[in-house]
C-alpha cells in the first residue's frame, strides 16, 4: 500500500525535471512531463508500475484539466468571432475527423458502419480535431501579430474548435456502448446540454451573488471544484457521456464571474502541483513505445502528416472562402495545427472507454511534439515572407 507513495514522489521530481528540460528545449512542458512516464513505465526503466490508484488520480487530474479549460474561455470572444471563426473551427474539425478515419482504415482495414472497427477508426479522426493555440498565441505575441485580424481569427477558431471536439467526443463515445442507437446518443448529448444551460443559468445566479458577498475567498474555488466533480459525475451516471464534458460545461458555467481567473488560479495550482504530473506521466507509463512493427511506423508518420495537413487545409481552405488572402490563409492553417492537452485528454478517454490501444499513444506524443516544433518555425517563417515583400 504505502509503495504508492514511493511512486508519486518519483513521478513529481521526474515530471518536474524532464518538463524544465523540455522548456528549455523550446517545447511544451507536458511533452517532458510524458516523457518522464516513458523512462518510469515498464518499458524502459520500469521504477513505476501503473496501478489503479495512480489511474484513479489521473482521471481526477483529467477533469481538473477541462475544468480550467472551460473557465479559461472568454464568451465575449465567442460572441464577437462570428460566422469567419465558427466556419473555420468547423472545417478545422470536419477535415482532419474525416481524413483521421480514412487513414486508420487504409492501414487496418475498412469495417462496417456501426461495428467496433468502424469507431476506432473514427476515434482516431476525433483525436486530431483537436487544437491547442498556447503555442500559436505565444508565438504571435512574440512576433507582435496576436492583436491583428489573423491572429483574432486564430484565438476564436480555436476557442469554438475544442468546444465542436468536445461535443463531437462526447456522441462518439456514446456509440461505444453497443445498445445505444445513434438517435439515442445524441439525445443524450442533446439533453445534456439543455440541462447544463437550465441548470447552468441557475448556477451561475447562484454564484454571483456568493461572489459578490464573499468575493476573493477561497470558499469561491471550493464550491467551483464541488460544481466542476458534481457535473461530471451527472455527465457520466445519468447521460452516459464523457466526465470530461461534464468538467468542461461548468468552467463555461463560471468563466463570466468576475473571480473566474482566481477560480483558474487555485485551480492551477492543485493541477500543477499533483494532479497534472500524474495524468501526464500516467499516458508515458501506459504508452507502448515498440516501433519493431513496421506497420505503426508508418501509420504514425502518416498520422503525423494527416494531423498537421488536415488543420492547414480545412482552415485555410475556409478562410479563403471567408476572403482571407493566399498567405493569411496559410497562417490561419498553419495557427491551428498545434497539439495538446486536449489531444492527450481525448487519447486517455478513448483507452478507458476501449475504443483505442495504448500503442497509438505513441502516434499522439509524435503529433504534439512534431506540431509544438513547426508551428512557431513556420509563423515566424510567413511572417518575415511577407514583411519582405512589403519592404520590396
Known sequence: MYDIFKDLAIILVAAKFCGILARKLKAPQVVGEIVAGLLLGPSLLGLVNQSDFLAQMAEIGVVLLMFSAGLETNLEDLKKSGPVAFAIACAGVAVPLVMGTVLYMLFYGFSPLGSTGFYEAVFMGVILTATSVSITVQALKELGHLKEYVGTAILSAAIIDDVIGIVVLTVVIGFKDPSSSPASVL?????????????????????????????????????????????????????GIADITGAYVAGIILCSLKDSEYIATKM?????????????????????????????????????????????????????????????????????????????????????????????????????????????????????????????
Open 187 to 239: 439525445m443524450s448529448t442533446v439533453l445534456f446540454f439543455v440541462f447544463a444551460l437550465v441548470v447552468g443559468s441557475l448556477i451561475y445566479w447562484v454564484f454571483k451573488k456568493f461572489d459578490a458577498y464573499y468575493p476573493h475567498t477561497r470558499r469561491i474555488p471550493i464550491m467551483g471544484l464541488a460544481l466542476c466533480l458534481f457535473l461530471a459525475y451527472v455527465a457520466e451516471t445519468y447521460f
Open 268 to 392: 492551477d495550482t492543485s493541477s500543477y502541483l499533483l494532479f497534472g504530473p500524474v495524468f501526464f506521466a500516467s499516458i508515458g507509463l501506459k504508452t507502448d513505445v515498440d516501433f519493431s512493427s513496421p506497420t505503426l511506423l508508418l501509420f504514425t508518420l502518416a498520422f503525423v502528416a494527416v494531423g498537421l495537413l488536415g488543420k492547414v487545409i480545412g482552415c485555410g481552405l475556409v478562410a479563403k472562402l471567408c476572403r482571407f488572402s493566399n498567405s493569411d490563409c496559410l497562417k490561419v492553417g498553419v495557427g491551428m495545427m498545434t497539439r495538446g492537452e486536449v489531444a492527450l485528454i481525448v487519447s486517455q478517454k478513448g483507452l478507458s472507454v476501449g475504443m483505442i490501444s495504448s500503442e497509438f499513444f505513441t502516434c499522439v506524443i509524435v503529433l504534439i511534439v512534431v506540431s509544438s516544433v513547426l508551428t512557431p518555425i513556420l509563423l515566424k517563417i510567413l511572417y518575415h515572407r511577407d514583411s519582405l515583400r512589403a519592404e520590396g
